[in-house]
């Protein structure tokens, strides 16, 4: 009965709530170990077994530790929610304290050098295409693979994405991306449709649509040709992307809708970001550091 209660729960995160893959097995790792630690009813177990359960657990990292109790919390939500329990067995479980955590950025030579990428086949036009999208736009890596060619406006420059929670926004894009883009859907993008037609965008060399793992591949591969040793993901282009804009002058609000956040505070570690970069300057130049 408890691998139904989970794969229910874990159904309900992807159709109802439209959970992110990542997140969605990441709770299914987490509650896989508790019922098997457990070998009980899910129904019957107590905060108390549940506390005693967290503290095996010590050994993980802090982050690791917040998604197991996130994960329990939120499945110990929908019993309740479908009236298989009365009350959530984890409300008095406290989530670790977790340090602030800076993400990593590039800088504008970084980033200039890593888009710098010479077209001799389809697969640099689509890796440049896909970059500067990536860099110009500040899309998510599973906004960008699941892109479809009827989301983008060559006439109006912008690009229209389905986001989080199924929300809509429209985001600009510059004319470095759109040329890129242009040049790979007219003059590459055909060679590589062996399988036939498909409406997503970006194609891997099996002729189907790129997922997010053969885009972090493709994007340590081009770090690693460009001597780029910062530890690079596909969302370091969006938080490149974000604080570039807000080093310009960029308003928090802009950014914000840019990147499709529903909550000004998510936006605001980029303001840390930049005052990061403000003292890393000062003890660099100035004369008395």
Do not use: W
Not at 157 to 183: M, Q, T, W
Not at 277 to 283: A, G, I, R, S, V
């Amino acid at each position: 009965m408890n691998e139904t209660y989970i794969a229910n729960f874990l159904a309900y995160l992807e159709v109802d709530l439209n959970y992110a893959d990542n997140t969605i097995v990441t709770y299914q790792h987490a509650l896989d170990k508790f019922s098997t630690y457990f070998k009980k009813d899910i129904l019957k177990i107590t905060s108390k077994e549940i506390d005693n359960y967290l503290k095996t657990l010590n050994d993980l990292a802090p982050a690791s530790l917040a998604n197991n109790i996130s994960a329990l919390r939120a499945f110990y939500n929908y019993l309740c929610k479908t009236e298989k329990l009365a009350s959530n067995p984890c409300d008095s479980i406290k989530q670790p304290k977790l340090a602030a955590k800076l993400p990593v950025y590039l800088t504008i030579e970084e980033i200039d050098n890593l888009l710098d990428i010479p077209i001799e086949n389809a697969y640099d036009a689509r890796n440049k295409a896909l970059l500067e999208l990536m860099y110009g736009t500040g899309l998510r890596i599973s906004e960008v693979v699941s892109l479809k060619m009827s989301n983008v406006d060559f006439e109006d420059c912008i690009v229209r994405v389905v986001g989080k929670g199924s929300k809509e926004r429209i985001v600009p894009i510059n004319d470095y991306a759109l040329k890129a883009l242009r040049d790979y859907l007219d003059n590459y993008r055909p060679a590589l449709l062996i399988k036939g037609p498909i409406n997503e965008i970006f194609v891997n060399n099996h002729g189907t649509l790129m997922t997010r793992q053969g885009v972090f591949k493709m994007l340590k591969n081009e770090c690693l040709k460009h001597h780029i040793t910062k530890n690079v993901g596909p969302h370091t282009l969006r938080h490149t992307f974000a604080t570039h804009l807000l080093q310009n002058g960029a308003d928090l609000r802009v950014i914000q809708e840019l990147l499709g956040h529903s909550d000004i505070s998510t936006t605001q570690i980029y303001t840390h970001l930049s005052n990061e970069q403000l003292k890393n300057d000062y003890f660099e130049y100035h004369p008395r550091k």
